[in-house]
């Protein structure tokens, strides 16, 4: 039982294991893509910002003059006209990509705080990213050049008409506009005017769409000019070509098809689990209520390794690997349906011996009754004169029938005894050697044995055992007299005790006719053997059966040896009690 459970504790131990591990890696693989894809999007919406954070996480830098940059960033801000630092503590640029000659190689503390409040320095934007994951932190500079604004400051000073565009520009600003839009707004956000590429509609002018745009450099460029007279706004605005070609995937699409996917993989993985459930119990399982019905039915044949081995071993004989875990089960209910087969056969066999053993029991009451009937109905007749010698007789005839019937009915009473009832507070010290030796004088003496052969041999006479005297002296009568009454009068009988370490041995042997091994094996069954008054026994026919109840009450063990035609030997077994 505990193997089972070991396994069993340890198949779902592994399973819950494996259920959790492809759980968290599914979360992990989800969770990555999911970041990747924020990521990408960032990039997409702000390019300056997302990548130079991606740029920052990816470069590793061992020291000012060992720096690991990847080959792929530089090429995409070349592409996109974009340019890098890496600055050290000290100010000194220790890395660059694409850098105008224009951008120093030193930034002072002024230098930097003046990009941190403007963003810019001379003619471009600059974003800018704070590495502190090193001992001494590194500064990202990520710039790209201010044409816009240089722009917007031209067709200001050109065009300009009382804060509005004046005919000129409204004829030739189209021309010169290439993937930009000039606009013109009041305070309030209402639009005056509006040239060049349609980027910018009315409903999408207001404070939030303009700083959304102009928070997004690489993707839109976006400068202005405030006219202090008219209070109007010029605004520039252009969208880059790289960003265009930007797949603009909705989050909440991305979102449902990773939680769908999700979904699925688990509902997979259910299946695949549930399936290999069955597979793995479900067939075993299916097995065993077959057996039970088999075994319910009584059908024990049914539930044996020839029948089943087919589909349970494979072809070297051992168990297959989806019944293995179940083995032992497997193992008990051969055992369990091999003892109820035993035990169905031994009720029968009993039931068999009961009835011969009845039949014999009626047939020796029945003896002594038609004695004692006959001789009663004779009395009672009153048709003849009987004789002193003859009405002794009877009267000795109807005694011994009575003795015989009472010692009967005193044997059942005794068997059901020693059965139900707790001998052992009746137990005192005995001497057994003189118990052995006095009861086979009682046979030596008896003229009735006087063909027997009887011997002793007790090396010490002071054998003591706790017992009761009572059953132990019946237990003795019994194995003498069957050793009588079953064998031929002429037979020899040697009784003989022996010391074996704590225990002592009483040993009974006859030259008799022996026994067959099955009688050997019933010996001491209730129901084996009946008896007839013909034999000469103080026995019943239960003596054997009461013998070995009595020789366990004492705790102690019995044995037959025995061959046809060479005689029997017992050996019974107590603990020894020493009374030195």
């Known amino acids: 039982m505990k193997s089972i459970k070991r396994r069993l504790a340890t198949q779902f131990t592994i399973q819950f294991l494996i259920f959790c591990f492809l759980g968290i890696l599914t979360f992990l693989v989800l969770f990555f893509l999911f970041a990747n894809y924020l990521m990408r999007e960032e990039v997409k919406h702000n390019f300056a910002a997302g990548a130079l954070e991606i740029i920052a996480a990816e470069t590793i830098i061992y020291d000012d003059h060992d720096i690991n940059f990847r080959e792929r960033w530089a090429q995409e801000l070349i592409d996109k006209d974009l340019w890098l630092q890496i600055v050290n503590f000290d100010g000194e640029v220790i890395y660059s990509v694409n850098t105008p000659p224009d951008i120093p190689t030193f930034y002072s503390f002024h230098d930097m705080l003046n990009i941190e409040a403007t963003q810019r320095h001379s003619q471009y934007y600059i974003q800018h990213y704070l590495e502190s994951v090193y001992d001494e932190p590194f500064l990202f500079y990520l710039g790209f050049p201010l044409e816009e604004r240089e722009l917007l400051d031209q067709f200001y000073e050109q065009y300009n008409e009382n804060g509005l565009i004046s005919v000129q520009g409204q004829k030739e600003l189209p021309s010169l506009l290439n993937n930009q839009t000039l606009l013109v707004i009041d305070q309030d956000g209402k639009l005056l005017q509006s040239f060049g590429a349609d980027l910018l509609h009315e409903d999408e002018i207001g404070a939030l769409s303009l700083f959304s745009k102009k928070k997004q450099p690489g993707s839109h460029y976006l400068s202005y000019h405030f006219d202090e007279t008219s209070q109007h706004y010029w605004l520039l605005t252009s969208e880059q070509e790289h960003h265009q070609n930007f797949t603009n995937q909705s989050f909440f699409y991305f979102a449902f098809w990773a939680l769908l996917l999700s979904l699925l993989f688990v509902l997979i993985l259910g299946i695949f689990f549930t399936t290999w459930h069955v597979i793995r119990y479900g067939k075993p399982l299916m097995f065993f209520v077959g057996w039970l019905e088999h075994l319910k039915n009584g059908q024990y044949d049914l539930i044996s390794v020839d029948q089943s081995q087919k589909k349970i071993l494979n072809k070297k004989g051992k168990v297959r690997y989806k019944y293995r875990l179940f083995e032992p089960i497997m193992i008990s209910f051969y055992a369990v349906a091999s003892k109820l087969k035993k035990s169905e056969e031994e009720k029968m066999r009993q039931d068999s011996l009961r009835e011969e053993w009845l039949a014999g029991i009626s047939h020796d009451l029945r003896t002594p009754l038609s004695s004692i009937q006959g001789y009663g109905q004779l009395l ?36 059901f005894e020693l059965k139900n009832n707790d001998h052992s507070k009746t137990f005192s010290k005995v001497n057994f050697s003189k118990l052995a030796h006095h009861h086979l004088l009682k ?39 069957n050793a009588i009454v079953h064998n031929p009068k002429e037979t020899s009988i040697h009784i003989s005790l022996r010391k074996k370490s704590s225990h002592i041995e009483y040993i009974i042997s006859d030259t008799g006719i022996g026994m067959d091994d099955d009688t050997q094996n019933h010996l001491f069954e209730r129901y084996y053997r009946g008896t007839n008054t013909e034999q000469k026994t103080d026995g019943s026919g239960l003596g054997m059966s009461i013998s070995k109840a009595i020789v366990e009450i004492h705790q102690g063990s019995i044995t037959v040896e025995s061959n046809l035609n060479q005689g029997t030997t017992i050996i019974i077994s107590f603990c020894q009690k020493l009374n030195d």
Do not use: C, H
């Not at 009153?382 to 009915?409: A, C, H, P, R």
């Open 443 to 481: 046979f030596i003496n008896d003229p009735n044995y006087n063909e027997n052969s009887f011997s002793f041999d007790a090396p010490n006479e002071n054998q003591f055992i706790l017992g009761n005297e009572n059953l132990l002296e019946r237990l003795l009568d019994n194995l003498v007299s």
């Open 380 to 415: 009672e007749s009153n048709q003849y004169q009987w004789s002193q010698e003859e009405l002794l007789e009877m009267g000795q005839v109807i005694t011994k029938q009575s003795l015989f019937m009472l010692d009967l009915l005193k044997d059942f009473s005794l068997t």
